[in-house]
């Protein structure tokens, strides 16, 4: 019983390390250029942004 639940603790960590690692090949690949816009004039942060590939 601890063998298996061991088991499906190690594929969540496997997972979730996926995941974060596709995170950051996504930022390390794309160059997001971000205008903000508003600033202090509007309420919330409003961002225009461009994708582009290295």
């Known amino acids: ?3 298996q639940l ?3 603790v190690i ?3 496997l997972v979730i390390g996926a995941f974060l690692l596709g995170i950051e090949y996504q930022k390390f ?3 997001d250029a971000c205008l903000e816009v508003g600033k202090e004039t509007t309420i919330g942060d409003h961002r225009i942004c461009v ?3 290295n």
């Open 1 to 3: 019983m601890k063998l």
């Open 6 to 8: 061991f088991r499906w």
């Open 11 to 13: 594929v969540v960590v």
């Open 29 to 31: 690949t794309y160059f």
């Open 51 to 53: 994708s582009k590939e």
